[in-house]
């Protein structure tokens, strides 16, 4: 008999092998198999019948893996509900942070899960916290296109405006990753458009940069400007024009960006 049964046992759901294998009495529930404690194992499957054993059985609900990581993390990670419930019940943290100042709730709202998030929040969870770059969850979920998420967190006092270490915003990263109906309802509860980061880009620049035409013409709909520059000088359109994105450009000199624009060293569109 070997951590490694015990672990295999809790990721399989395999109640019965587990039981048998805690009443030797010859395991130390807490004991670790590859940096995991077999509630972590338990708890990636989403095996609430396993983890309440191993609880049962002097389990830390507490515990953290090599990476820092919780139970209350890896039932997040993976959407469980009902594991996240219960570990909650017997005292788990849903603040707590793995290596990366990352909370439960940050895991959540990376991967969509809207009934883990609530359930989070509804325990206690931060909706603002940071982690150790200065990323909210609703900077995450804005990343990841989870609409659901973030008006959830929004809901429930998440700051649209929030920066994070580079003064990026979530409505910088929905305008990075394509994400314009995120852009849309960041912006209907208090976003700002001409928000710039350290280097003085602005959402509609980051749009134009990797080619959302949809996100630009959102954030010029709702006030950005298509003529702003970046600390080098440079314009949306230059970015636009640089990396070929047509329809981008066309939607920002619809909209009033000028083509005979030059940044600070004298290149012009």
Do not use: W
């Not at 587990?18 to 095996?47: I, K, M």
């Not at 139970?71 to 290596?99: E, K, N, Y």
């Amino acid at each position: 008999m070997t951590m490694k049964s015990l672990c295999e046992a809790a990721r399989n759901g395999d109640i019965n092998t587990g039981r048998g294998l805690l009443e030797t009495g010859v395991f130390d529930v807490n004991q670790t198999y590859f940096g995991r404690a077999p509630l972590h194992y338990a708890a990636d499957g989403g095996h609430s019948d396993v983890a309440a054993l191993l609880i049962q059985h002097g389990a830390d609900p507490c515990s953290t893996d090599s990476d820092g990581d919780t139970p209350l993390h890896a039932a997040a990670l993976h959407g469980h509900s009902d594991v996240a419930a219960l570990l909650i019940q017997h005292g788990a943290d849903p603040c707590s942070t793995d290596m990366f100042g990352r909370t439960p709730l940050h895991v959540a709202a990376m991967h969509g899960y809207k009934d883990v998030a609530a359930l989070l929040i509804q325990h206690g969870a931060d909706p603002c916290s940071t982690d150790s770059f200065g990323r909210t969850p609703l900077r995450v979920a804005a990343k990841h296109g989870h609409k659901d998420v973030a008006a959830l967190l929004i809901q429930h006092g998440a700051d649209p405006c929030s920066t994070d270490s580079d003064c990026g915003t979530p409505l910088h990263s929905a305008a990075l990753h394509g994400h314009s109906d995120i852009a849309a309802l960041l912006i209907q509860h208090g976003a700002d458009p001409f928000s710039t980061d350290k280097y003085g880009r602005t959402p509609v620049r980051y749009a134009a940069t990797h080619g959302h035409s949809d996100v630009a013409a959102v954030l010029i709909q709702h006030g950005a400007d298509p003529c702003s520059t970046d600390s080098d000088g440079c314009t949306p359109l230059h970015e636009a024009a640089f990396k070929g994105y047509s329809d981008v450009a066309a939607v920002l000199i619809q909209h009033g960006a000028d083509p005979c624009s030059t940044d600070k060293v004298c290149i012009c569109i």
